[in-house]
């Protein structure tokens, strides 16, 4: 079986981001790159289920000449291979999918893990999307999962608890955290994915339906009052939160 | 040009969400301002007093039903949901950014080419076109986007438009047994976190950092939470360390949240942190630390030990609830 992971390459969390004078992007300047922290738990589901079931995986990432890097780490997990499909130019989520879509066609991919959002756009859309495309069942935010035969079985995080999905291959699942603790590479696997080469191609056009209009700062929030520095203030902010703020 | 509007009900047991009244009053509103029509879309069962979202401003359901789709099935909701679309010509279609919400938006957009814009905070009109606010990075940049394609799709973040009643009246519902639905991708069991609330629906949210220096201490956090019925909530140190269930995390890699009063007890603010909750309306902190970020953007803090001062806002709020 083909098991595919689509990953991306973002801002570390611990980042401070700047927008740029045109208020049309990001400021790069000394911002740090990442793999996206939830496709490390879809690496990791990828790398057991290959362990178990058989099979090869093929790490899938869209973007510039960085991106490398975070194919790189997939591969230093454990990915076999790496496909890196070239575009630098600003894209929505569904032409993000619509190429990923193209490309796990092209792999033959029967299982594909995505990292349930990614932390820059905060979408959460494109695994979701890809499937529809692929005509490939889904199953998204996924804390639990179960492969039996070509039957999925898979809890997914709802509000105030879980919900236990079942479904069929071929299926994209979309990770979220507490679903495995992802392995760190070893150092041996740092070396052999220092060897290894990230096929690269273009990445199938498509158009986009979201135009960014402006970035902007939220609003700055004013410090508001230390109301004391033990618990004799206790009295005074309860009756703060009660009287003033309105709020208990 | 002819806009048509359609909202997504989210039912659960029965139910219609208050995320998905949030929904219709948007609606509502977008169509006076777009002089257009509006209607909704529901996906279940039976549904208590499906009627009354008339009182919300939408007068024209279409109920979707059959004793499978109870519970939500992936497959079956995206295709009845996706279809009707069609059928109808909605334009714009609005969602609840519900963990239902979540899965399908996206579906939807793909079967319908359209373009989606998730989460939304704000939509304004200009030039008769809608610009949504949505955050990005978890809060550390509002963005600000329009959408070129035919078919428009906004989910809207939970707790953040009104639910208004804008009048008494009765929706008209058409309700359609539904035959053989596609349950290819679907639910089989719902597993409740036991009486817990969750911290993207709570109105009061009580979370732990570090500072509670062990899991043995958050009967603290749970107390106060269980007094002023709050969801507990909990920083990525102590998730990471194993004390908390990611279900509980604030922050930019768990929950994005916006309570009216969100207490930290013990959470220094690290960036992620504040992210996931600086929209909370109230922000108290708890902190040793009075060098602390979270005191930055608190509106009352207590420079003080927690386990002095938690136990005294117990006793205190005690007081007053007699």
Same mark, same amino acid.
């Given at each position: 079986?083909?098991?595919?992971?689509?990953?991306?390459?973002?801002?570390?969390?611990?980042?401070?981001?700047?927008?740029?004078?045109?208020?049309?992007?990001?400021?790069?300047?000394?911002?740090?790159?990442?793999?996206?922290?939830?496709?490390?738990?879809?690496?990791?589901?990828?790398?057991?289920?290959?362990?178990? #079931? =058989?099979?090869?995986?093929?790490?899938?990432?869209?973007?510039?000449?960085?991106?490398?890097? !975070?194919?790189?780490?997939?591969?230093?997990?454990?990915?076999?291979?790496?496909?890196?499909?070239?575009?630098?130019?600003?894209?929505?989520?569904?032409?993000?999918?619509?190429?990923?879509? &193209?490309? /796990?066609?092209?792999?033959?991919?029967?299982?594909?893990?995505?990292?349930?959002?990614?932390?820059?756009?905060?979408?959460?859309?494109? =695994?979701?999307?890809?499937?529809?495309?692929?005509?490939?069942?889904?199953?998204?935010?996924?804390?639990?999962?179960?492969?039996?035969?070509?039957? +999925?079985?898979?809890?997914?995080?709802?509000?105030?608890?879980?919900?236990?999905?079942? !479904?069929?291959?071929? $299926?994209?699942?979309?990770?979220?955290?507490?679903?495995?603790?992802?392995?760190?590479? #070893?150092?041996?696997?740092?070396?052999?994915?220092?060897?290894?080469?990230?096929?690269?191609?273009?990445? $199938?056009?498509?158009?986009?339906?979201?135009?960014?209009?402006?970035?902007?700062?939220?609003?700055?929030?004013?410090?508001?009052?230390?109301?004391?520095?033990?618990?004799?203030?206790?009295?005074?902010?309860?009756?703060?939160?009660?009287?003033?703020?309105?709020?208990? | 040009?002819?806009?048509?509007?359609?909202?997504?009900?989210?039912?659960?047991?029965?139910?219609?969400?208050?995320?998905?009244?949030?929904?219709?009053?948007?609606?509502?509103?977008?169509?006076?301002?777009?002089?257009?029509?509006?209607? @909704?879309? +529901?996906?279940?069962?039976? %549904?208590?007093?499906?009627?009354?979202?008339?009182?919300?401003?939408?007068?024209?359901?279409?109920?979707?039903?059959? #004793?499978?789709?109870?519970?939500?099935?992936?497959? $079956?909701?995206?295709?009845?949901?996706?279809?009707?679309?069609?059928?109808? *010509?909605?334009?714009?279609?609005?969602?609840?950014?519900?963990?239902?919400?979540?899965?399908?938006?996206?579906?939807?957009?793909?079967?319908?080419?359209? *373009?989606?814009?998730?989460?939304?905070?704000?939509?304004?009109?200009?030039?008769?076109?809608?610009?949504?606010?949505?955050?990005?990075?978890?809060?550390? +940049?509002?963005?600000?986007?329009?959408?070129?394609?035919?078919?428009?799709?906004?989910?809207?973040?939970?707790?953040?438009?009104?639910?208004?009643?804008?009048?008494?009246?009765? @929706?008209?519902?058409? #309700?359609?047994?539904?035959?053989?639905?596609?349950? !290819?991708?679907?639910?089989?069991?719902?597993?409740?976190?036991?009486?817990?609330?969750?911290?993207?629906?709570?109105? %009061?949210?009580?979370?732990?950092?570090?500072?509670?220096?062990?899991? &043995?201490?958050?009967?603290?956090?749970?107390?106060?939470?269980?007094?002023? *019925?709050?969801?507990?909530?909990?920083?990525?140190?102590?998730?990471?360390? *194993?004390?908390?269930?990611?279900?509980?995390?604030?922050?930019?890699?768990?929950?994005?949240?916006?309570?009216?009063?969100? /207490?930290?007890? =013990?959470?220094?603010?690290? %960036?992620?942190?504040?992210?996931?909750?600086?929209?909370?309306?109230?922000?108290?902190?708890?902190?040793?630390?009075?060098?602390?970020?979270?005191?930055?953007?608190?509106?009352?803090?207590? +420079?003080?030990?927690?386990?002095?001062?938690?136990?005294?806002?117990?006793?205190?709020?005690?007081?007053?609830?007699?």
């Amino acid at each position: 079986m083909k098991i595919a992971v689509c990953v991306s390459h973002v801002p570390d969390t611990a980042a401070k981001i700047n927008i740029t004078g045109d208020g049309k992007g990001i400021d790069q300047t000394g911002v740090t790159y990442v793999v996206n922290p939830y496709d490390e738990f879809a690496i990791e589901e990828a790398l057991k289920t290959k362990e178990k #079931s =058989g099979g090869d995986t093929v790490a899938i990432s869209l973007g510039g000449e960085a991106n490398k890097e !975070t194919l790189r780490k997939a591969l230093a997990m454990g990915i076999d291979n790496a496909v890196l499909l070239k575009d630098d130019s600003y894209r929505d989520s569904l032409s993000v999918a619509k190429a990923l879509a &193209e490309e /796990i066609k092209t792999q033959n991919a029967e299982l594909v893990f995505f990292g349930k959002q990614s932390v820059d756009f905060d979408n959460s859309v494109v =695994g979701q999307m890809a499937a529809e495309l692929l005509g490939y069942n889904c199953i998204s935010v996924v804390v639990d999962f179960k492969l039996e035969g070509n039957k +999925v079985i898979a809890e997914r995080e709802i509000e105030g608890g879980k919900e236990v999905v079942e !479904t069929l291959l071929p $299926a994209i699942i979309t990770a979220q955290k507490g679903l495995n603790e992802p392995r760190y590479a #070893s150092l041996k696997g740092i070396m052999a994915a220092k060897k290894k080469v990230i096929e690269e191609k273009p990445a $199938a056009t498509a158009a986009n339906f979201v135009d960014v209009v402006t970035m902007k700062r939220p609003a700055p929030k004013q410090a508001g009052k230390i109301v004391g520095t033990d618990a004799t203030a206790v009295p005074e902010l309860i009756r703060l939160l009660h009287e003033e703020a309105k709020v208990i | 040009m002819g806009n048509k509007i359609l909202v997504l009900l989210e039912q659960r047991n029965g139910q219609i969400k208050k995320a998905s009244l949030e929904a219709v009053k948007t609606a509502y509103d977008l169509s006076s301002k777009l002089s257009c029509e509006s209607e @909704a879309i +529901v996906i279940g069962n039976e %549904i208590d007093n499906l009627e009354s979202i008339g009182n919300y401003g939408i007068n024209k359901v279409i109920h979707y039903k059959n #004793s499978d789709l109870q519970n939500y099935s992936p497959s $079956a909701y995206s295709k009845l949901f996706g279809d009707y679309a069609k059928e109808t *010509g909605a334009s714009i279609i609005i969602i609840p950014n519900t963990s239902l919400g979540k899965d399908i938006a996206p579906r939807i957009a793909a079967k319908l080419d359209a *373009g989606l814009a998730m989460d939304c905070i704000s939509l304004d009109i200009q030039n008769n076109e809608i610009i949504a606010t949505r955050p990005i990075y978890a809060g550390k +940049v509002l963005l600000d986007v329009k959408l070129n394609s035919t078919v428009k799709i906004f989910s809207l973040r939970p707790n953040v438009f009104t639910a208004a009643m804008v009048g008494e009246s009765k @929706a008209e519902i058409a #309700s359609v047994n539904v035959d053989n639905p596609d349950l !290819t991708t679907k639910v089989v069991e719902i597993k409740k976190s036991e009486g817990k609330l969750d911290v993207a629906e709570a109105e %009061i949210i009580v979370s732990g950092g570090r500072g509670m220096k062990g899991a &043995e201490h958050f009967n603290l956090v749970e107390e106060l939470a269980q007094l002023l *019925g709050a969801a507990s909530g909990a920083s990525r140190a102590v998730v990471d360390a *194993g004390w908390r269930p990611h279900s509980e995390q604030v922050g930019q890699t768990g929950k994005t949240v916006s309570p009216t009063l969100y /207490i930290a007890l =013990g959470i220094s603010g690290a %960036i992620q942190h504040l992210a996931g909750m600086r929209s909370s309306k109230y922000i108290v902190a708890v902190n040793k630390d009075k060098d602390a970020p979270i005191f930055q953007i608190a509106d009352y803090g207590i +420079v003080g030990d927690i386990f002095e001062v938690v136990p005294a806002m117990i006793e205190e709020i005690k007081k007053i609830k007699t």
